[in-house]
Antibody, heavy 121, light 108 residues
Framework: EVQLLESGGGLVQPGGSLRLSCDASEFTFRNYAMSWVRQTPGKGLEWVSALSGSGGSTHYADSVKGRFTISRDNTKNTLYLQMNSLRVEDTAVYFC??????????????WGRGILVTVSS | EIVLTQSPGTLSLSPGERATLSCRASQSLSSPSLAWYQQRPGQAPRLLIYGASSRATGIPDRFSGSGSGTDFTLTISRLEPEDSAVYYCQQYGYIPPLTFGGGTKVEI
């Protein structure tokens, strides 16, 4: 079964940086686009960013554009999210998510368990 | 950006009853680019339906999706206790961004 394991979350001060990682296994990682989706505690889901299988095409939500960078290492089967200039409103559980295809973002057929990022002074 | 509006906010039903959840898009989705997810408390979301009406692998046939254009429906026939969850719709026809509805909580 597909496995997605997030790491790198925690508490950071406003204006700080954090890098999330997602280790993927049990599928051919390079063949699938990947996304990050976040969920504010007690609230709904917000798509953050997506990356094609090759890493050549990226997409971002307006709320994070210019501050977050998505990347992947297909030799390590790992997805990353570099988060800079963090704001209190970035506090959320961040899910690593596998897209059903390799191109433009579409629906997500598997989700990681999520990791909490808390931005607070 | 496509806005998805889900209704009702909460649905309280009994085991064996039928649940009908609505998702309305702010613009017509030219292809049935709509998915439904189930999120149980403390868990990650799980894909139920894609392409508006296709069930994902391993999803019981109690779950069905329908609709086109701007109006979509998720139906859960014969509710079971484990169906207590929040259900989200998501569109992928006009991206970026991918957008999700606000969710419908089903209480059993």
């Amino acid at each position: 079964e597909v496995q997605l394991l997030e790491s790198g979350g925690g508490l950071v001060q406003p204006g700080g940086s954090l890098r999330l990682s997602c280790d993927a296994s049990e599928f051919t990682f390079r063949n699938y686009a990947m996304s990050w989706v976040r969920q504010t505690p007690g609230k709904g889901l917000e798509w953050v960013s997506a990356l094609s299988g090759s890493g050549g095409s990226t997409h971002y939500a307006d709320s994070v554009k210019g501050r977050f960078t998505i990347s992947r290492d297909n030799t390590k089967n790992t997805l990353y999210l570099q988060m800079n200039s963090l704001r209190v409103e970035d506090t959320a559980v961040y899910f690593c998510a596998k897209d059903r295809g390799n191109g433009a973002p579409s629906y997500i057929d598997f989700w990681g368990r999520g990791i909490l990022v808390t931005v607070s002074s | 950006e496509i806005v998805l509006t889900q209704s009702p906010g909460t649905l309280s039903l009994s085991p064996g009853e039928r649940a009908t959840l609505s998702c309305r898009a702010s613009q017509s989705l030219s292809s049935p680019s709509l998915a439904w997810y189930q999120q149980r408390p403390g868990q990650a979301p799980r894909l139920l339906i894609y392409g508006a009406s296709s069930r994902a692998t391993g999803i019981p046939d109690r779950f069905s999706g329908s609709g086109s254009g701007t109006d979509f429906t998720l139906t859960i026939s014969r509710l079971e206790p484990e169906d207590s969850a929040v259900y989200y719709c998501q569109q992928y026809g006009y991206i970026p961004p991918l957008t999700f509805g606000g969710g419908t909580k089903v209480e059993i």
